[in-house]
Every structure is written in structure tokens, then in C-alpha cells.
């Protein structure tokens, strides 16, 4: 049994590692790469949750940040809360790990917005000659596996990637807790960076 939960915590280790450093963005496939990577079983009893990798990350990133990336992650919500202020007509939120703090260098600024459609925000960005491309982001809400229009554009050098909700749409659950996302607003990003 211990040594089940050392290889568990060994592969969460290095599943953080690889979302924070080499910017994966998928909890299940770093776990599997980390899992080949160590040598580990992939069976289910080996294979830590997307809480404990989380859980993992947030004290790699807390522990071990160098202050080159706490100064990454201090000018990602920078300019996620630029972006928000660009695009306060679609109430937009900040989700994701720009705001939870495990952000790297290859991590995007995602926020929520919310419009009657996601042309009416293509066209916004069309009108104010900001190229993007599109793609589509798999969430789930209320038990349903749904695919929501995503733009993606660049500022200052950052990624920046816009999941388009119609206006009533509830938050989506997180794959790493199993309960609705938690989303900031712009007010609550200014008071985190003045925090940090």
C-alpha cells in the first residue's frame, strides 16, 4: 500500500512538473506521460486524481517559483485584466491557472465570456482589427459534455483564450475538483494582483 501512494505522489510530481514546465494542458495526459516517464503502472490504483496532481502543483508553485516566474504569473494577470477591460461588454471572467496561481510559461490567460452569440464577439474583434483564430473548448455542464466556441489571439506575447458562453449559461464543472469552476471578475483579478 505505501508503495502504491509513493508512486501515486511521484506521478503527481511529475504531472505538475510537465503541466507547469512543458505546457500541458491536459491533467489525464501529463498523468499518462508522467506514469511512462517513471516507469510507473497505469492501472487506476497507480494513478493519482486530478485533485492530487493540482494539489502537487500548487506546491511546486508555491515552494519552488523562482521570482523570473512569479514575475511571468504577476504580468499574465496583467494582462488578462487588460483584456477583461478590452472586452467588458461580454462581462468576461478569469478562469483557470492564471488565477489559481499554477500558471507557467506556456500556460494561456483563459477567460468566460458571455454573448447572445459567439459571431456577435468575432465581429468585435474583427471591428477592433485584432486577429484571432478559432477552435472549439469541451466543457461539461449539468452532466452533459458540451463544445463552446473559442477564439485565440496574442498580447504581449501572451495567449489569451476566449470560451464564449450564451448569457445564461451556468459555470462549467472542474475536471480537477468535480464542482463548478470558480471564475473571477475583473474587480476580484486587480484585488489578487495587488495581493501578489
Known amino acids: 500500500m505505501m508503495h502504491i501512494a509513493h508512486n501515486r505522489q511521484l506521478v503527481a510530481n511529475e504531472a505538475a512538473r510537465l503541466l507547469f514546465e512543458e505546457g500541458y494542458n491536459d491533467y489525464s495526459l501529463a498523468k499518462k506521460k508522467a506514469a511512462q516517464r ?10 493519482p486524481t486530478n485533485q492530487e496532481i493540482h494539489q502537487a502543483l500548487l506546491h511546486r508553485c508555491k515552494v519552488e517559483s523562482t521570482q523570473k516566474e512569479q514575475l511571468h504569473l504577476m504580468e499574465a494577470r496583467e494582462v488578462a485584466i487588460e483584456a477583461m477591460e478590452f472586452l467588458q461588454p461580454y462581462s468576461p471572467m478569469l478562469v483557470g491557472a492564471v488565477m489559481d496561481g499554477t500558471a507557467g510559461k506556456h500556460t494561456p490567460v483563459t477567460l ?74 475583473i474587480a476580484a483579478v486587480k484585488k489578487l494582483l495587488g495581493n501578489s
Do not use: W
Open 112 to 185: 468566460h465570456l458571455f454573448a447572445s452569440t459567439a459571431e456577435e464577439v468575432m465581429f468585435f474583434m474583427g471591428d477592433n482589427e485584432i486577429p484571432f483564430q478559432t477552435d472549439e473548448k469541451r466543457v461539461q455542464i449539468r452532466g452533459q459534455h458540451i463544445n463552446y466556441p473559442l477564439l485565440r489571439f496574442f498580447a504581449d506575447d501572451f495567449e489569451i483564450e476566449l470560451v464564449v458562453f450564451e448569457e445564461s449559461a451556468p459555470a462549467p464543472v472542474s475536471a480537477i475538483t468535480g464542482k463548478a469552476m470558480l471564475r473571477l471578475t
Open 38 to 47: 517513471l516507469g510507473c503502472a497505469t492501472d487506476k490504483s497507480n494513478q
